[in-house]
């Protein structure tokens, strides 16, 4: 499995889209603000998440 790099976007727990903003030795942090509907799903700002949870959807948003 590859593992997501920072400004990836990726998708997890059924659905819920992400920019990954640090990459850590079993998971990453991901800004959920990326999803228009953010604010309607009162969810964190921000989350962890495992490797094992995660499909990238797209490569380095920010490049």
């Not at 969810?43 to 959807?57: D, G, P, S």
């Amino acid at each position: 499995m590859k593992k997501a790099e920072v400004g990836n976007v990726i998708e997890f727990k059924g659905g819920l889209h992400g920019i990954v903003e640090k990459v850590n030795e079993n998971s990453v942090i991901v800004d959920l603000t990326y999803m228009e509907n953010y604010r309607d799903l009162e969810l964190e700002e921000k989350t962890v998440v495992n490797h094992k949870n995660y499909k990238i959807i797209k490569l380095n948003v920010n490049a």
